[in-house]
């Protein structure tokens, strides 16, 4: 199978190029992104079926895949500018 995905993933499929040798929640991305643009649950939905998500540590990591920035150095940069 890994041989298989090694083809895959040179040959262009995003799927198994984003998800090759990261942890869980990085697995599920696509499937949590199609999820919640797709259907559109209710915030209370999504506590309840991902509830890793409202942690403060997967909160930065998510906006961290979507944005590649790292949203903690760039809001504490950006406080640092507005106090002395």
């Not at 993933?9 to 990085?26: H, L, Q, S």
């Not at 999820?35 to 649950?41: C, H, S």
């Not at 942690?55 to 640092?80: H, K, M, P, S, W």
């Amino acid at each position: 199978m890994g041989n298989y995905r090694t083809k895959l993933r040179k040959a262009g499929c995003a799927e198994v190029a984003i998800n090759g040798g990261k942890m869980k929640m990085d697995q599920t991305f696509p499937l949590r992104r199609r999820e919640i643009v797709e259907a559109g649950p209710l915030v209370k939905v999504l506590k309840e079926r991902w509830p890793a998500l409202f942690t403060e540590r997967q909160f930065f990591a998510e906006f961290n895949r979507i944005a590649t920035t790292n949203l903690e150095n760039y809001f504490f940069g950006a406080v640092d500018c507005y106090t002395p």
